[in-house]
């Protein structure tokens, strides 16, 4: 490296030198190893690498890819929405930046993707570029690194002073064995335990420095591996491990389980298997994450990272079924073969769906949130505007319900018994109060708080259902603004749930709409004198169905979901159902579907439950699951779209999802999936999605409760967001990849902005 000082330092010492060192020809790639269908896309087919410093930021320096258009090629692009043009990166030792060659011998260079997961990459490929080239660029890499971590100059650092930031492998060492145990059987079906014995739970790390209690487990394991590396997330130091630990998975009553890990001293962690673990499988790291959360503490995430593949899977087995069995109250062993391999897909969070076209611009797509965050003016949130009066808020209510409506751009929000309409401003963008629907009441004069709402006949009526009257529905003029009919559907059965006939119906006059009880769907028909509910298309359902939503698809078929979380696809009213999904277990809350029918999306509590209903095998092979069965041996693999437990941890609350919805309109493809947890506004890239990138979204924090929040009907950038206290209107643009400025995390003294999220 010494034949480079004098180079060096010309370069080096001109402060107004903003670029350090280029190379001008190469191609930049993105690596998934372990990825089969995506293990290394090209970004930048031309490109270009440089050194930036930081500007007026003293010893901090970028690594900025460049791509490079050829003549003519950039002003293609001027018309598009989004361009990317340039990929930065904050140098620091974090990158893991090391050197390689291709087989051609080109050399690269490769540094890690601190804002994807753990093994993702990026590779620049500098075709062309000599050694002493290459080795003049990896010196400068390792004099940034220098400046940044030291804060002082590096014109004077000796080659031995560079070593420390050349990477290597980690290594972790194990302690000395320990005592042999007992395997415990690998099943989740095991006798009778002990009473629970009184044990620590705790939610970080302790006992360094002081021996834990002896180890006494609270139940019988039905798992247990003697070495496993445990890592907890430490905010900007990432999961920092803890040292080699015992996991165990043990049974504390008929159908409860706790997750430990221990050593020979005693236990670190005890965790209650439950929904806000929101448990996150990583099948080519062979690593869990997971929450803890406990009421009055800070969430916490932890990390097991299993030393096989082997040991991997069967905790992955092990682990379904007893969460299956806590969430269901009944033993996994009782269910069908088929729906047991249902359940276990589950965990498989790496598989490409059926039937996507690969397009030319698909690569860019797929890693186009790995695009630097930009703000833009068009970027910011819209609230009412404030020509006309804002309703002032009742004491005690809050917004509690959000409609948006099909025709002139209206949304409605339900505000205790009050419905509050607002209208889109075309010149603000804003959305502003146009007025309100007030003292919601029956025919009768009873006022009522209306437990959920559906716009009709082309918004010129609403449906609503009060819950102290579960046996009718009542019909209220929008433009009057009051109740001016009920509805009686039946004496003996209760309408829970309500949906249009079909997916656009409500753009239309058609009169008739869909009812669900907790067994049963119906058709309802107003026009019909006495009871609503048309006899020859009702069917009741066997069993305790607990039906908890209800969604048609653009030709009128159905979706139903339950309490149980089990999901049914029907043709139409008054049959059996063509498809039944067994349930993972954990409640289905809300539920919407694609207008073809072809994808479904259920909103349980920590994650969305995404369901493709192409089959892709057999007799019916491209026949969706409304109008045909799957086969027992190829029912659809369900994809659970959750939150990263890093993000959860600086998110800082329990998980808390309100039903996701996809954007909407007549010849329209769903493109995008919306929901909100808390303060934060979600949104998914369905295109990604699809093509199996299930944890990468869009967040956007605000300073109140979000209580629902949908796309314009006929728009997919737009989200009409309802606030516990307020109503407003964001661009899709303005959520932004997870960081620690967009989770609203104070900065302290970050070394980075970016979530480090190495497992």
């Known amino acids: 490296m010494n034949i480079f000082r004098s180079l060096i330092s010309k370069v080096w010492q001109d402060p107004n030198a903003a670029e350090v060192v280029k190379i001008s020809t190469g191609q930049l790639f993105l690596l998934r190893p372990g990825n089969i269908r995506t293990s290394r896309e090209c970004i930048y087919n031309d490109a270009m690498a440089t050194i930036r410093r930081v500007p007026n930021v003293e010893h901090n320096f970028l ?70 080239t290459k080795v003049f660029f990896e010196t400068c890499m390792y004099r940034a690194m220098y400046e940044r971590k030291y804060a002082r100059s590096a014109d004077s650092v000796a080659e ?3 070593e420390e930031f050349v990477f290597r492998p980690r290594t972790v060492k194990k302690p000395p064995p320990r005592r042999k145990v007992a395997k415990a059987p690998s099943t989740s079906s095991v006798e009778e ?57 043990v049974k504390t009553g008929q159908y409860s389980y706790v997750l430990c890990a221990s050593t020979d001293e005693g236990i670190l962690l005890e965790h209650d298997l439950n929904s806000s673990m929101n448990p996150k499988f990583n099948p080519r790291m062979h690593s869990v994450t997971w929450n803890h959360v406990k009421e009055g ?85 819209e609230e009412y505007d404030d020509d006309e009066e804002e309703p002032r808020p009742l004491d005690g209510d809050s917004n509690s319900q959000l409609t948006v409506g099909y025709r002139g751009d209206n949304a409605f929000v339900v505000r205790g018994n009050n419905i509050g309409v607002f209208r889109h401003n075309p010149d603000s963008g804003a959305m502003r109060y146009a007025g ?77 709409l869909v009812g669900a009880s907790h067994n049963a769907l119906f058709r309802i028909d107003p026009r019909i004198s006495g009871s609503k509910m048309v006899d020859s298309q009702y069917k009741q359902y066997a069993g305790k169905n607990k039906f908890s939503g209800v969604v048609t698809t653009a030709s009128g078929k159905l979706a139903v979901a339950s309490e149980k979380g089990d999901l ?28 073809d029918g072809r994808w479904i999306v259920a909103t349980t509590k920590t994650y969305l439950l995404l369901i493709d209903t192409l089959i892709g095998e057999g007799k019916y092979q491209g026949s969706l699951g409304f109008d045909r069965s799957f086969p027992a041996t190829a029912k659809p693999i369900p994809r659970r779209l959750r939150l990263r437990n890093e993000h959860v941890a600086y998110m800082n609350h329990d998980i808390s999802l309100t039903p996701a919805r996809f954007n909407t309109g007549e010849g329209q493809e769903e493109n995008a999936i919306v929901t909100s947890t808390g303060q934060f506004v979600i949104a998914w890239d369905f295109a990604k999605v699809k093509k199996g990138l299930l944890d990468r979204y869009e967040i956007k924090k605000y300073e109140d409760k979000v209580v629902q929040d949908n796309f314009r009907f006929g728009d997919d950038k737009e989200i009409i967001v309802a606030l516990k206290n307020n109503v407003l209107q964001v661009n899709k643009k303005a959520l932004k990849k997870p960081t620690r400025q967009s989770l609203g995390v104070g900065t302290g003294a970050s070394r980075s902005n970016i979530v480090n999220a190495p497992y």
């Open 160 to 162: 031995p002073d560079l």
């Open 436 to 512: 309100t629907m007030s003292k919601i009441s029956t025919p009768k004069g009873q006022v009522f708080k209306p437990q959920n709402i559906m716009l009709h006949e082309q918004d010129t009526k609403m449906v609503l259902m009060n819950p102290s009257d579960p046996h009718s529905l009542y019909q209220a003029d929008v433009e009057y603004g009051k109740v001016v009919e009920e509805w009686k559907v039946h004496d003996d059965i209760t309408v829970s749930h309500i949906a249009p006939t079909d997916k656009f119906a409500p753009t239309t006059h058609e009169q008739t």
């Open 568 to 595: 049914r696809l029907f043709d139409s009213i008054g049959k059996n159902a063509k498809t039944a999904l067994p349930p993972l277990g954990d409640p289905i809350i809300g539920i919407d579907a694609t207008a």
């Open 63 to 132: 690594l900025v890819i460049t791509r490079v258009y050829e003549e003519g090629g950039q002003e293609l692009l001027e018309d598009e929405d989004e361009t990317d043009e340039e990929r930065e990166f904050l140098i620091s030792q974090e990158l893991e930046f090391r050197t390689d060659k291709t087989p051609e011998g080109d050399p690269t260079f490769v540094w890690r993707d601190l804002a994807g997961d753990v093994d993702e990459f990026f590779e620049f490929v500098a075709i062309g570029t000599n050694d002493p």
């Open 193 to 249: 335990v002990k009473p629970p014995s009184p044990t620590a739970n705790t939610s970080s790390p302790k006992g360094k420095g002081k021996a834990p209690a002896a180890k006494q487990f609270p139940g019988t394991p039905v798992y247990e591996l003697e070495e496993i590396e445990l890592y907890h997330w430490e905010g900007e130091q990432g999961f920092v491990n803890q040292g080699i630990f015992s996991a165990h998975i």
């Open 297 to 381: 503490q800070d969430v916490n995430s932890w990390l097991f990272a299993f030393p096989s593949e082997e040991e991997y899977s069967k905790f992955c087995t092990i682990y379904l079924q007893c969460g299956w069995e806590t969430l269901n109250q009944l033993p996994f062993s009782k269910i069908k073969e088929e729906d047991r391999r249902y359940v276990m897909s589950s965990t498989n969070e790496d598989v490409e769906m059926l039937d996507i076209e690969d397009e030319e611009e698909d690569e860019e797509e797929v890693l186009s949130e790995l695009d630097p965050d930009e703000e833009s003016e068009s970027d910011s949130e």
